[in-house]
């Protein structure tokens, strides 16, 4: 028990504030014998099978899964010597094989019909005969290749299945039968990804997180506690150099830095549950997390690993459903490919088993109404009961500040929501986002109900499209969508924040400055970044403003940089549609050229520039039956640059998006506002344009020094607007007078906001 | 009576085949007195008001009318003094206040309340106060400006619309009030819309079927004989030179044609209801055809005029339905902007009255549905209290070949559907389309579902966006969106067809070779166009193929050209999304030139070129979640050439869309063979990706003479189907021989299709 103990003391430390020390005495590995024992248990099937036909969303599922399964059995076993990558047929056969597995152990519990046992046999068997002696797969991009696939995070996905089909064919198997799967295939399967793959088992990083539940999944099978101390803490002595890399240019060991589910657990969600890879890796991350809690919690119910660092796994469900724009679709921060939402089944995974261990939240049930499946297992069951029984409840979306890093020190990232996400503005101040982060300090994007405005690239991949690259990151990922200028914020002397190196970015941070998401007519954001360009800060505040002189909510974006030299400032606007207007002399080109060489620009044509106005610069598209317009206090030095994307991109991977760009030269300290303001809209069938102007008449800096940046907003019918922000004090509580536009304003708290009576 | 009679002789010279001459010796100034009288009944209004609240698609239309124009009241009545082009304030007010004066009028007669009826009287006395008097609207732009609007089109549609309210509160004025209107305003403003601006209302054109039809309702409810004669026939003298233009380059007079609403009745309209401008015009034209079709049918229903030239009216109706795609958007043939549909307006009147007057087909009743609206009349109650009744029957769209011209003697336009609009081929071999035509002869677009997978670019044009040149025709419009490269079909040495002139392109038109819908596993319709580039025969011969061997239904494009000369031969093919592949070795130049100088050659940037393969070339695509194959007989010699939308493009009035050209050059006679093949689909929530390539192992062209084309399609799994087209004999009884692939091939009819057999 020694060694037991020690490992008990390891988890004192993750677990912070709360105090479980007398549950640490329990011996873990007083194994219940019951199995199935992961997500379902005896009574559950039980009550599942006394009420098959009466829970309807319960019965559709199973009634979907049975088909597919069905129709799976008839095709017969396949598995074939793994070749590919992941576009190509072994990986998706060996893929699709693991969920099948997994689907058919959840029908063998529900309809007790052998051939479901039977099927699972069998393959599992094939797999047994082939394991022993295959060698690495032979593709050879990845830095921790497995044997199936061609990345050891795939055989992870495969194991943590395949665990809850042998969980569920258990008892059914004989001794002889377990033995042999066990000694030949589940066995050496775990140790191969984890302690013959220690640069993948033992990180803190989403791929570790899957190796980790899968070894311990099949540890709580096979009552392997071995598997299950390597599972939840980590190999004590990995022989890792700190430093080295990943092939997606990640850290593979960081000084000081803890191994295993828990310390997976515990350093990339924020106490929000903010996972700091971003929502798109989150919603993947989430399934063997809380798979694996919800078999511990079954399995070790003393863990209480609901309850782990304040309950941050039931947080961190609610943070993704939150994490996504009005159509359920995931804000793309970061590496994130566009599409995926809620509705993917890691996130139904997700929904189910947050509501079932984390107090029956009924908001939660609308969210598995619009997921139309659960399940099928015991929270999927008391999910479809409970909606059935009438209990859901809209899931309302807030605005929300999430904190990142694992003591939710290390910047975050806003969601700013008007109205019933009318206009949404998602604001990222956060840490690098280990190796899937972009170098993006203080970016925005803005949707309007659940359509872009103004979009975050997110990655340059195809996943699983083989023809692209294998379905893999593509170059253009580093060479564009990581890179700063592919992102609305601010890049300097056209070199990337952090210069795009992943060492440097790693050690820092932005810092929120303040937020108040508690008024209805201003929610205010606002945060700075002093690392991304040495020697240069950024402060960054906006505020979405609902006005009763406005037909919609509109965003006003004041950012303040100040610099010991000289710089070029470019600021893009990544706008979808077509170009309405604009008030100034545009020259285009008669060939398209790139912007730059490097850092990006190498991939941006310039379409047109123009000299920026004196006063305001104004440009104006349209999209998605929409007007919008951009109106910025600019002066006649500044540039505006019309880009499209496409320069350097021999395989086309990249979406010929368009993007205006202010530009700002040989300047030190400056202050760019600017106000993004959608209006009106367009029926290609009545043909009518309602509202098709902007209604602003004039946007005024008429204040900016190192204490107060004031800006004032006059519409159309000269109602005038003042935003003032301090620039030096955050503090609620502070109590401010500044004298402008020649009167006296005095506030509390870090900005002032509210009209201005006419003269 | 003399002019009448003469008149009416002149109708017997339209009415072709339909013997009507007893009816046209009937008087037909003889008008009932009964107002209202035009769409609106006594006894209709009756049974409308006794059924008020059971009939609930006309109560909803009522409920939401009345909302509409009650807000109106609520605001007051404005006529401002005329100034702005079409997305302009003054524009928009007066367009307003047409279309809230109609529904005043109707709500006047179903609900009886006399506000309504003071509303409009007020708004009529403000018009006929500045009426007097205005000049001609200050916008030049127009061959014929209007007064209250910047052209007589729209002053035309304002007369139409008021009729109908004044027929509405006729019997509520008292005879001075009449008298004062209709010699101040109406009158005189009818006088302007025709004999002031014959070049307006002498021509066919949808300009003057306005014209025609406003006159013609004003007169029949002032009971102005001279009125009613001038709508029916026109201006006998107009004094117009034959060969004048109009601001859209279409002739204003053309030698021999007639005038007046028969005329432009009879000319545009093919047999089958075709419209020779396409259906975005025809969905506005259709309005005023019917409308005062309608009230003719009520106050002189001696005319027959749904019977007139074989009951082409209705015909058209079915027509512009079927000229749809699944989601109901019109095809953009010719100038059309994209998103029109059969829910516009125009169209819900067109189905109403189409419904009432036609033989009450259930099938219109199911479009009705979706249109969610009917008219406030008495065709509008008979269509609401049918689908009440249940009597609504889906509207089935099938393949159609129209034929174009007065007779149906200049080519057409051929719709072939694959399953349930599962493909949809548009192919055009039309007659030129009057000034709004486009020079693309032998073009197509291609649909899945209501999703574009190859386009038709449609117009240049921001219709009413005041700030994309006052909503009028943009320059590229005639730059880009005519010219024949815009287009899915053939240019020669860069040139448009026709040389992209109109006096030379309205004198022809294309022929149809054959068609075939009558099988289920392949449609085919095969075209030629000789004049388009003198010297050299274009044949294109298109076939929808629905095999068991391929997910989904195809297309075999067989485009056979014959030249006198060696000429530059360009086939584009203007797709949507993002590439996947090419089997070519692209080579994309750092900074990208215009395609060519002129001809719509100068819009396009080229992004991409490669040699083609010797065999086939082979280029993918994804758009839409689903996966697109281009497979094509080349060899080496031709090129393959990627091209973007938007060079010479300093207003950013083009949409930056992307194309594939297959280029051949010093040819004079060749074939062109490609395959359109839509395949698999892919999820971003599940992130797979079904059926991503294509089904063609080999696309080959085995034989090709004057007498015959062949071409086998192998598929991956080895099946061979071989397609044969005659090219001189396109009798469907005609027997053929032909030894091809080592075997004699005999069958019946212009074509063959069918399975080969493995050897």
Redesign the interface.
């Known amino acids: 028990m020694n060694i037991l103990f020690m490992r008990l003391a390891g988890v004192i430390k993750y677990l912070g504030s709360l105090v479980l020390v007398p549950l640490l005495l329990l011996p873990i590995s007083a194994h219940t014998a019951e199995r199935p024992g992961l997500v379902m248990s005896k009574s559950g099937i039980e009550q599942i099978r006394a009420q098959l036909g009466d829970v309807p969303l319960f019965d559709a599922s199973l009634a979907k899964v049975k088909a597919e399964v069905d129709a799976e059995i008839e095709l017969g076993i396949h598995t074939p010597v793994p070749k590919d990558f992941s576009?190509g047929y072994t990986h998706q056969r060996h893929k699709r094989n693991w969920f099948v597995m997994q689907k058919a152990g959840a029908l063998f519990q529900i309809l007790q019909d052998d051939r479901y046992a039977v099927y699972i046999r069998d393959m599992l068997f094939q797999y047994e005969a082939m394991y022993k002696g295959l060698p690495l797969h032979p593709q050879t991009r990845s830095y921790a290749r497995g044997k199936l696939f061609w990345q050891c995070l795939n055989d992870s996905n495969w194991l943590l299945y395949v665990s809850l089909a042998y969980d569920a064919i258990y008892d059914w198997l004989s001794e002889q039968e377990r033995q042999q799967l066990e000694q030949n295939l589940f066995r050496p399967f775990a140790d191969f990804i984890s302690i013959e793959n220690p640069q993948f088992f033992n990180r803190v990083h989403n791929h570790s997180t899957w190796g980790n539940a899968a070894v311990g999944m099949i540890g709580l099978v096979m009552n392997d506690d071995e598997l299950i101390q390597r599972a939840l803490y980590g190999i004590e002595d990995d022989g890792l150099d700190v430093g080295a890399k990943d092939n997606d240019g990640g850290f593979i060991k960081v000084e000081g830095q803890k191994a295993g589910f828990l310390a997976n657990l515990y350093e990339p969600f924020s106490p929000e549950g903010y996972y700091t890879e971003g929502p798109y890796y989150q919603r993947y991350a989430m399934y063997p997390f809380l798979v694996f809690a919800q078999a511990l919690n079954n399995v070790k119910p003393e863990l209480q690993i609901f309850k782990y660092k304040d309950g941050v796994l039931l947080n961190a469900v609610s943070a993704l459903l939150n994490l996504s724009d009005a159509d359920g679709e995931f804000f793309p921060i970061n590496d994130a490919?566009?599409?995926?939402?809620y509705?993917?089944?890691a996130t139904v995974s997700a929904v189910n088993i947050a509501y079932f261990n984390g107090g029956r939240n009924p908001q939660l049930l609308s969210i598995a109404e619009q997921q139309g499946e659960v399940l099928l297992d015991d929270a999927g069951f008391a999910v479809a009961q409970a909606i059935r029984d009438g209990k859901a409840q809209p899931f309302q979306k807030e605005s929300v500040v999430f904190s990142d890093g694992p003591d939710g020190q290390q910047g975050g990232l806003a969601i700013l929501r008007s109205g019933a996400e009318d206009l949404t503005l998602v604001f990222k101040y956060s840490a690098q986002g280990l190796s899937h982060g972009h170098y993006d300090k203080l970016s925005f994007s803005l949707y309007e109900k659940g359509e872009e405005v103004l979009q975050d690239y997110g990655l340059v991949r195809?996943?699983?499209?083989?023809?692209?690259g294998g379905?893999n990151y593509l170059k253009e990922n580093s060479s564009w969508a990581k890179q700063t200028v592919a992102h609305n914020t601010l890049t300097v002397n056209e070199t990337s924040h952090f210069e795009g190196r992943y060492e440097i970015g790693s050690q820092h941070h932005s810092e929120l400055f303040f937020a108040d998401v508690s008024r209805t007519d201003v929610q205010v954001v606002s945060a700075r970044e002093k690392n991304a360009y040495p020697g240069t800060l950024m402060a960054r505040t906006m505020a979405l403003i609902t006005s009763e002189y406005f037909e919609k909510p509109f965003l006003l974006d004041v950012f303040k940089v100040n610099s010991k030299t000289r710089n070029q400032y470019d600021v893009p606007f990544y706008y979808f549609g077509?170009?309405?207007?604009s008030n100034l002399e545009?020259e285009?080109p008669?060939?398209?050229?790139?912007l730059g060489k490097k850092n990006g620009y190498q991939h941006l044509?310039l379409?047109?520039k123009a000299s920026a106005a004196s006063g305001n610069t104004r440009f104006?598209w349209?999209d998605n039956s929409a007007f919008y317009s951009l109106t910025s206090v600019t002066d006649a030095a500044d540039e505006l640059l019309?880009t499209?994307l496409?320069?350097?991109?021999?395989?086309?991977n990249l979406?010929?998006d368009?993007g205006v760009m202010l530009r700002r030269k040989k300047t030190a300290d400056t202050t760019f506002v600017t106000v993004i303001e959608p209006h009106g809209r367009?029926?290609?069938?009545?043909?009518?344009?309602v509202n098709?102007?902007s209604n602003i008449a004039e946007l005024s800096l008429v204040h900016d020094d190192e204490r107060y940046t004031a800006v004032t907003i006059e519409d159309v019918q000269g109602h005038k607007q003042l935003f003032i922000v301090s620039n030096s004090e955050a503090s609620a509580n502070q109590a401010h007078t500044l004298k402008t536009n020649g009167k006296v304003y005095k506030w509390k708290g870090p900005y002032f906001f509210g009209e201005l009576e006419a003269d």
Chains 1, 2 share one sequence.
Do not use: C, W
């Not at 490919?337 to 939402?341: A, E, N, V, W, Y």
């Not at 008669?590 to 790139?594: E, F, K």
């Open positions: 576009g490919q566009k599409g995926m939402s509705h993917t089944s195809f996943v699983n499209i083989g023809q692209k379905g077509q170009v309405l207007q545009l285009t008669g060939s398209l050229t790139p044509f379409e047109g104006s349209m019309m499209r496409g320069a350097n991109d021999p395989e086309f979406r010929r368009p367009y029926s290609p069938v009545s043909e009518l344009a098709s102007n």
